[in-house]
């Protein structure tokens, strides 16, 4: 009778692996829905807000040059401390949106993978009750055999 113990394993195994999968899929959407936020925030708040204090950094240095008295033209070093400024301030932005990219993919892998797991969690559900399948029959011919018919197995 421990084919029924086999079957019953099975089924559970079955339960737990679609179980397993569906809580993996929810972290999965949650993650990407997480990453979502984050790149939404970055484009309408934190790179606005960073181009707009990049501006007020500059025009508060313009300033300062044009009250120094010297001339703000190609070649001064009124203007080279200007342009060095300009060319730090795109440098710091695009270092921004790179890191905001990479942690967008890397947000959006992370979810895929937690996805894959789940896939993988099904999978060794099924192969587990397939297992527990096979003992089962096994069990059922080997008790067949014990009580005096005859089965392949017993050959």
Same mark, same amino acid.
């Given at each position: 009778m421990s084919f029924i113990g086999n079957i019953a394993a099975a089924q559970s195994a079955k339960a737990i692996g679609k179980y397993n999968q569906s809580v993996l899929n929810t972290q999965s959407a949650l993650q990407k829905a997480k990453t979502e936020v984050n790149k939404k925030v970055y484009n309408d708040i934190d790179r606005p807000r960073l181009i707009n204090n990049q501006n007020k950094a500059y025009d508060f240095l313009f300033v300062q040059a044009?009250?120094? #008295?010297?001339?703000?033209?190609?070649?001064? *070093?009124?203007?080279? +401390?200007?342009?060095?400024? %300009?060319?730090?301030?795109?440098?710091?932005l695009a270092i921004e949106d790179y890191n905001s990219t990479?942690?967008?993919?890397? #947000?959006?892998?992370?979810?895929?993978?937690? *996805?894959?797991?789940? +896939?993988?969690?099904?999978? %060794?559900?099924?192969?587990?009750?397939?297992s527990e399948y096979m003992k089962a029959v096994g069990s059922m011919f080997g008790n067949y055999s014990k009580s005096g018919g005859t089965s392949i197995l017993a050959s």
């Open positions: 044009l009250k120094s #008295g010297a001339e703000v033209r190609e070649g001064s *070093s009124n203007y080279e +401390v200007l342009m060095e400024t %300009k060319i730090n301030q795109a440098t710091d990479t942690a967008y993919y890397d #947000g959006i892998n992370q979810s895929l993978l937690l *996805s894959s797991k789940g +896939v993988g969690e099904k999978f %060794k559900g099924y192969m587990t009750a397939n």
